[in-house]
């Protein structure tokens, strides 16, 4: 047996933000804490496009072309025949859509309103209806997301319990403990770091750019007593 270091730090700090800020947006909605809301969707959307980006910059496991697999690599999962260390087939795609179902929670909030007084940074830049309808994808996203994260649950629950894999222990300490002739995880250094980084910090300056500037009130201007 020896020890195979399979998760980068990059990839393992983003599993866990992620889980933290998702945990935060939904207790911010449910306290009725909309800014806070939006500040931590605008979080969730930088976070997201840095992972994008590690798929293709990071190390050997985090990259997309690692564990984005085909028809006959599922089969093989599924048969038992497949061998590897980062994600199996079937979780890469898993993987994929918890990637993209956050995302998308991410940009529609930025066109949603809830109705009463709070609207999103980008909903004056969409009539009222689409507003609406992206309110309602929004809601509709975050139920699908739900029901990804309990799969995902499940799933690392049976491979504990039934295949006797921890898959938590490695997404903390980013090691693995196998048997076979396996090598370290290479690439993803700090150059990639910085590069995915900065495309994360420019899609949330983009928000800011696209939203409109707040109304300008009269200098005489004064509040009416009622």
């Known amino acids: 047996m020896k020890k195979v270091r399979v998760w980068d730090l990059p990839t393992r700090l983003f599993h866990w933000i992620l889980l933290a800020l998702i945990v935060a947006a939904y207790t911010s909605r449910e306290l009725d804490a909309m800014v806070w809301h939006q500040r931590i969707g605008l979080a969730i959307l930088g976070l997201i496009v840095f992972r994008l980006t590690w798929g293709f910059v990071g190390s050997t496991h985090a990259r997309f072309t690692d564990f984005l697999r085909g028809p006959a690599a599922i089969r093989a999962y599924l048969r038992g025949e497949w061998r590897g260390l980062g994600h199996n087939p079937l979780g890469g795609w898993s993987v994929l859509a918890l990637l993209l179902a956050p995302l998308g929670m991410a940009l529609t909030g930025l066109?949603?309103?809830d109705a009463v007084a709070f609207r999103g940074m980008l909903a004056d830049r969409v009539s009222g209806s689409v507003s609406t309808q992206l309110t309602d994808l929004h809601v509709l996203l975050f139920n699908a997301l739900l029901v990804l994260v309990a799969l995902h649950v499940a799933a690392i629950l049976y491979h504990r319990l039934a295949k006797k894999e921890d898959l938590v222990r490695p997404m903390l300490d980013g090691v693995k403990t196998v048997g076979e002739d396996a090598a370290d995880a290479q690439g993803g250094g700090w150059s990639a770091v910085l590069f995915a980084l900065t495309l994360a910090?420019?899609?949330v300056a983009l928000v800011f750019w696209l939203a409109p500037a707040p109304v300008s009130l009269p200098a005489d201007y004064s509040?009416?007593?009622?």
């Open 111 to 113: 066109f949603a309103n």
């Open 201 to 203: 910090g420019a899609s």
């Open 223 to 226: 509040k009416p007593d009622w």
